[in-house]
């Protein structure tokens, strides 16, 4: 059976004592939801904070980004390892607010994929298309762009270890997400895609779709056929919207 799955991508969001409030209403409200998994991905510096209070609870910590490199001289960075050390599950690689505002490349998102894989991490690698693309009927080219470059990173076999989320880029943060109807044709693309290389891969892998969704529109996106859950921005930053996004699932 595939998996459902909820990531909340708390951004560069949060402190201590915020944190801990958010937390303390989010683990009652979600303890009896067992046939999902659900994420929270906090900023760096509160993992810790958010692992401690989660230990116990159906909540897997993830990241929101991660080195390409394994250590050494590379300042400000994180590696795989050290996530794996301090109890990540999951780490998403190359949102598109790292690859438009941080300039990070197919080749570099790749390289993060792989890197996630070899440190017993499950990479969420985003893909999606801008508002210039999508207007542009350039959807399809983007998404297979994108795929195939860590597909040739890291083969099809090891792209199954790893989960999908289809984020259009306009749909980030504008209130505006994609209608149920075009995100699932987006997924649906994406299983074509997958399925050039491996049909049970594409058939079994989890794709998300994140952009904007809401408790109000959360069960429409999760009803379609090939959207196998979400990655939660704004909205997960507010308990009870976020509950009802997980148990819409
Ligand atoms: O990682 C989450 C996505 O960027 C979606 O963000 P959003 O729900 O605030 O649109």
Redesign the pocket.
Known sequence: MKKKLVIA?WKMNGGIAANAELLGELIPSLSRLNRLEIAICPSFPYLHQVSMVATGSNIALGAQNVSSHPEGAFTGEVSARMLKEFGCRYVLIG?SERRTLYAEDDQLVAQKFEAALKADLIPVLCVGETLEEHRTLKTQLVIARQLQAVIEQVGIQKIADGVIAY?PVW???TGLAASPTQAQQVHFKIRQLLAQHDLSIAKSICLLY????RADNAAELFAQADIDGG?????SLDAESFTTICRSL
């Open positions: 991508n949102h984020e749909a980030i943060g994140g952009g904007s969704v990655l939660i921005g704004g909205a």
